[in-house]
């Protein structure tokens, strides 16, 4: 059973500041997708990662993949109040496309 | 472009009451899927469909049955509502075959079951 795990599951960090969201999965998969999902809104998506190595920018998220440590980061630079929400990973199983999200980090950026 | 659509966006049921909630997607894809999403847990696969006329259990299913009679619509029954399926509710679209084969998500169904 695949099984997707993300931490820190609440982050409370101050504008300006850099940080990084971890999650890691259970069973092997190349493919691996984040998602941003704001209070009582629809999830997002934010990028989408295809392989071992992948790295994907978009304004102030970084996203990485490295698929022999079953490892993504979600790296956040420079904080604004902006960026607050809440920030699944998910995972697909290598035999279909059914999606496994993880738990989900909810993040606050105070000023 | 309306994307991925809900109906409706709340409901209120009485313990043991039926409802049906619509999906419907306009971007031609070929597969469907709801979701519920419960506080801490993330969002738990509960039915999918890989095309028309098919559709397959996710990892929480019992409880609800899905129809996928046209490429287009989605629906997702409750045919004896429990409390324990106060929940939000999202469909979702992919097109597999992509190099990116994100899903695309509609607004969500917020129930509560009383």
């Known amino acids: 059973e695949l099984k997707v795990e993300q931490n820190p599951l609440f982050l409370s960090m101050q504008e300006g500041k850099n940080y990084t969201i971890y999650c890691n999965y259970s069973?092997?998969?190349?493919?691996l997708y984040w998602y941003r999902q704001d209070p009582g809104k629809s999830l997002e998506s934010l990028f989408v990662?295809?392989?071992?190595?992948a790295v994907k920018q978009e304004g102030r998220l970084m996203a990485s993949l490295d698929t022999k440590a079953r490892l993504s980061t979600l790296h956040i630079t420079a904080a604004v109040h902006d960026l607050s929400a809440t920030y699944f990973c998910?995972?697909?199983?290598?035999?279909?496309?059914?999606?496994?999200f993880g738990e989900g980090t909810q993040l606050t950026v105070n000023p | 472009n309306a994307g991925v659509t809900q109906t409706p966006k709340f409901r209120v049921l009485k313990t043991g009451q039926s409802m049906t909630l619509l999906c419907a997607q306009d971007?031609?894809?070929?597969?469907m899927y709801w979701y519920r999403q419960d506080p801490g847990m993330g969002l738990r696969l509960i039915h999918y469909?890989?095309?028309?006329?098919?559709?397959a259990k996710g990892e929480v299913p019992d409880g609800y049955n899905v129809s996928r009679l046209k490429k287009q619509n989605f629906l997702l029954g409750l045919e004896s509502a429990a409390p324990s399926q106060t929940s939000v509710y999202f469909c979702?679209?992919?097109?597999?075959?992509?190099?990116?084969?994100?899903?695309?998500f509609g607004p969500g169904t917020r129930l509560t079951v009383l």
């Open positions: 979702a679209s992919s097109q597999p075959g992509l190099a990116t084969d994100t899903q695309y």
């Open positions: 069973t092997t998969s190349d493919r």
């Open positions: 990662l295809l392989s071992n190595g």
């Open positions: 998910a995972v697909t199983e290598t035999s279909g496309s059914r999606l496994t």
């Open positions: 971007m031609n894809h070929e597969y």
């Open positions: 469909s890989v095309g028309e006329g098919t559709t």
